[in-house]
Structure formats: C-alpha cells, structure tokens
C-alpha cells in the first residue's frame, strides 16, 4: 500500500481534480429516489475532502471513511455535520448498519489488489443494512480486472440494479468508466 504522505500532500488540491461533484451527487440522489427514498443513514468510504458528502446532507446520518487525516480535516471544515472516521476501508468496523454506502470517485482504483477490492465488499456486506444499496464506480482503463470479476465477486451479497457506462450503455471492458447500483441481499 502507498504511504499516506503523498495523499496528505494533495488534501489541499484534491478537489480541483476531481472536478465538479455535482454528477456524483446526482447520481445517488436519483438512486436513493428510485431504489431506496427512505434512507437516512449512508457512508461514503473514501470520501476524500467531503465533496461528495456535502451534497447529501439531506440524510440524517452521514459518516465518511478515509484514511487520510488531512482529507478528514477539510472534510470536517465543509460539512459540520456529519461523522468522519480515519480507516481503511478494507479493514473498518462499526458497531452500526447504513441505507446506503457509496464509494465513489473511483476510489476503489487505489486499492492496490483485487484482494483489497474483496475484503471491500466484504465490509460493506456486514455494514450494509438488509435491502441497502452500494453504489459504486471505477474507472476501468488499465484497471487490470475485467468486470464480470467484479460482479461475481458482488453476486455473492448483492443484487444488481443498475450499471452503465458514461453514454448510458451497459459497461464493457473498453468502457472508460462503469458505475453499479447494487441492494444488499437478505442473509
């Protein structure tokens, strides 16, 4: 795994980058209205400066994941109220269950291993409350996993709802990026 220093580094700049939130927002705005309009309680793993998270504050509970604590602090700056936990989301533990756990902003291309990818969703299985939805995207160019991998590696927890790539199609492995909605299965 990297070391933190070089995320520490960008905490200041990150959000120039990434641009402008606003279709990440959007996005699961419009799957909480489809899929899950009750929700109130949602986690973003890897949420970065808070970008993101600060378009949902509409829920009641938001918690943000990062492992970054320069990312964190800035966070905490844009949105008081909400939670942020430092962690890797590989290994986190909460003694709670959310409506929604999002990770967005390809932030699952910084994991290191499709092993990494794995003990992911393995957390987010057990964080997951029962009919809750994952969203998620990555950014398949030099991913290195083809995505039928990443979809029986879901299959297990999870119940497809929705995927497509930036033109509204299904995802291939030439797409340049895949988004996934995905509702937890009763165990």
């Known amino acids: ?15 120039e980058p990434m641009g402008d939130p606003g279709s990440k927002i959007s996005r699961v705005l419009e799957a909480l209205d489809i899929y899950l309009p009750g929700a109130s309680s949602l986690l973003e793993l890897g949420c970065g400066t808070g970008a993101v998270l600060a378009g949902l504050t509409d829920l ?4 943000g994941l990062d492992r970054s604590r320069e990312m964190l602090s800035r966070a905490r700056e844009k949105i008081a109220s ?14 709670e269950q959310f409506d929604v756990i999002i990770c967005v ?6 994991l290191p291993t499709f092993d990494a990818w794995l003990a992911t969703f393995l957390r987010v299985a057990d964080h997951l409350a029962t009919d809750g939805l994952f ?3 990555v950014d398949t160019i ?27 199609r299904r995802p291939t492995d030439e797409s340049a990026r895949a988004y996934y909605v995905y509702r937890r299965c009763p165990r």
Request: net charge negative; hydrophobic share 50%.
């Open 135 to 137: 969203l998620l995207d």
């Open 82 to 95: 909400a939670h942020f936990v430092e962690g890797d989301m590989t290994e986190f533990a909460f003694h």
């Open 142 to 168: 030099g991913l290195g996993v083809e995505l039928i991998r990443i979809k029986q590696a879901l299959a297990t927890d999870f119940d497809l709802l929705e995927e497509s790539d930036p033109d509204g």
């Open 1 to 15: 795994m990297m070391a933190p220093w070089p995320i520490a580094f960008c905490a200041p700049f990150c959000d």
């Open 105 to 110: 902003c390809d932030t699952l291309n910084h």
């Open 60 to 63: 009641n509970l938001l918690v």
